[in-house]
């Protein structure tokens, strides 16, 4: 018949536009399929749950009407154990894609792969960041509710969920680079676990000097400190400093293994 | 057009694709044939982008795949329709390369109706049959209008009427001027199908030519099938010829390296009635045995040897 019905080639968007798209596509990737909605579930449960415990606990405790405190610690407390919920949500928004094998239509869709890396890191991060976020300014509010001797002014609230910010978005990182080293649920998940949650508690809790001293390295030990402003062993500043490598060495290793290697 | 430049792939010590060269023209179904583990898919897989030559280089529309800022309206591929999360439904999964695309998210309705998913759309990916994710992958290639498109076996898992479907999807495909590269085990099919083959065995090209020219091959026997009442008869006079004979199993004779004319000829000298004279020109299926038969990684032979150690 005719060439004429064949389209010509298109001319080539610009990387921003590209990006726009893939991080379009991501979200779109996330919002449907069911298990990101069971995760922000849990985010909920325990985040809220979690803080309103903490706060009930308060009641009984040191905060007067004159010598308030922050209703800050509930979200902190909440985001401590809820972040996991979080952080299975981005994790699984990466590995999902090698054990189903959609990673293969997904490059031929966004084939510029430092593009898919950065809406990929992006995205989910993203989520999980405003999730928190939200759900930690809840159980602040909540807080106040249980127990009306806490207060709660914007700045305690601005600075408590920055630090929220900080420490799920470093998480999201972390989880996202171990997830496209890794390229397995069950294995990126153990690790993520381990080095944010388990093994800063573990390793302290043994009367061994070094095992301690290891464990001040963990990006968990950052993440507890930045939420709990304790152990004074650790600064501020070295707790960021402590997340942001780890989530950067992840990230480095993940993403080298997403731009070099055979798609999988 | 697809062009495929000294492509190689190595694994460890294993070379599954071997400085493979062709192109890929537009206006033809070309196929692609070769026995499993002849390095079909990871040339696809390479050409996509999807894998990293170990050396040479494939361009999809004079540019390198991997490359390109909204590749499906430039090439659509279905590889492994397997390859779909489950808990998608087939409209979201489709919205998804809509989106990555920048398309418009009515071309997924357009394109579910085209290849019959549209009822099935909403429903999850997990509930499809094989031929339903085929017809997924389908849409996926097409989303885009591309004028490149490559099928990893497409047929697998459909119903004869799937397949017609995708012979006559393949053919308009190409009659509208498109690149099409077709793989399938299904020789009846590639001989139905394509109109210029491209044959690999352990990775290397084994040839690259338009089907007539295959079928008409060094491999391609061309045989004449005769009955008769005195077989014994005429089989010694074709032998006295210099012509190979031989029975078939249904005391028909098979006759090589003559036409059938040459056959009649002598039936007729020697007052012999024929009620039978075909030509019969081999199939795909044989010429491509015969070519790829030293090439067969995995066959009796190997396994036999297997066993006696």
């Known amino acids: 018949m005719t060439a004429a019905t064949v389209p010509p080639r298109p001319a080539e968007p610009g990387t921003a536009a590209v990006f726009a798209r893939a991080a379009g596509a991501e979200w779109v990737r996330l919002r449907t399929v069911r298990t990101t909605w069971w995760c922000l579930l849990a985010a909920t449960v325990t985040i809220v749950g979690m803080g309103a415990i903490a706060a009930a606990d308060e009641a009984e405790g ?3 009407a004159a010598d308030p405190i922050a209703s800050t610690f509930a979200g902190e407390y909440g985001v401590l154990l809820g972040q996991f919920g979080l952080l299975v949500l981005v994790l699984l928004a990466v590995t999902s894609e090698y054990a189903t094998g959609s990673i293969g239509p997904t490059l031929q869709w966004t084939p510029r792969r430092g593009v898919l890396l950065a809406a990929r890191v992006a995205v989910p991060a993203a989520v999980a960041v405003a999730a928190g976020v939200l759900l930690a300014l809840v159980a602040d509010l909540l807080a106040l509710g249980i127990d009306p001797d806490l207060t709660l002014t914007l700045g305690e609230a601005a600075g408590g969920l920055a630090r929220i910010a900080v420490v799920l978005a470093a998480g999201s990182v972390l989880a996202v680079g171990l997830g496209l080293l890794l390229r397995s649920t069950a294995g990126a998940l153990a690790t993520v ?13 043994f009367n061994v000097g070094w095992l301690a001293d290891l464990a001040e390295w963990l990006p968990g030990t950052g993440a507890v400190r930045t939420l709990l402003r304790e152990p004074d062993s650790l600064s501020a500043g070295g707790a960021l400093a402590l997340q942001v490598c780890w989530a950067a060495a992840a990230l480095a290793a993940g993403g080298r293994r997403l731009l070099r290697r055979d798609a999988g | 057009m697809i062009e495929v430049r000294g492509l190689t792939k190595q694994y460890g010590t294993v070379r599954a694709v071997d400085d493979l060269t062709f192109d890929v023209q537009p206006g033809k179904v070309t196929g692609f044939l070769g026995p499993n583990g002849a390095g079909k898919s990871t040339t696809m897989r390479m050409v996509l982008g999807l894998d990293r030559p170990t050396a040479g280089t494939a361009l999809v529309a004079g540019r390198p795949f991997a490359r390109l800022g909204q590749p499906l309206r430039v090439a659509g591929a279905l590889l492994d329709a397997q390859a779909v999360h489950p808990g998608r439904s ?14 418009p998210p009515r071309h997924v309705d357009d394109v579910l109706d085209q290849v019959g998913l549209g009822p099935a759309a909403k429903r999850r990916v997990a509930g499809y049959s094989l031929g339903m994710r085929q017809r997924l992958g389908v849409a996926a290639a097409l989303l885009g209008d591309p004028a490149v498109l490559l099928f990893d076996e497409p047929m697998n898992g459909l119903d004869l009427d799937g397949v017609r479907w995708v012979r006559a999807l393949v053919r308009r495909l190409a009659d509208e001027g498109r690149t099409v590269l077709l793989s399938s085990h299904l020789m009846s099919e590639m001989e139905q199908t394509a109109d210029h083959l491209v044959i690999i065995g352990r990775g290397r090209l084994i040839a690259d030519a338009p089907i007539t020219e295959v079928m008409g091959g060094r491999h391609a026997n061309r045989r004449v099938r005769v009955r008769t009442t005195a077989p014994d008869d005429l089989a010694g006079a074709l032998l006295r010829r210099g012509l190979r004979v031989h029975p078939a199993d249904d005391g028909d004779l098979l006759v090589e390296g003559a036409p059938a004319e040459t056959v009649g000829d002598v039936a007729l000298e020697l007052g012999i009635a024929v009620h039978r004279l075909a030509e019969q020109t081999s199939s795909l299926e044989e010429v491509y045995l015969g070519l790829t038969g030293d090439s067969v990684q995995y066959g009796a032979a190997a396994l036999t040897g297997q066993a006696v150690r």
């Open chain 1, 193 to 205: 676990f381990l080095l944010q949650l388990v093994l800063p508690f573990l390793m302290q809790s």
């Open chain 1, 62 to 64: 040191t905060a007067t």
């Open chain 2, 90 to 103: 087939g409209r979201d999964h489709l919205r998804v390369a809509a989106g990555a695309t920048g398309l």
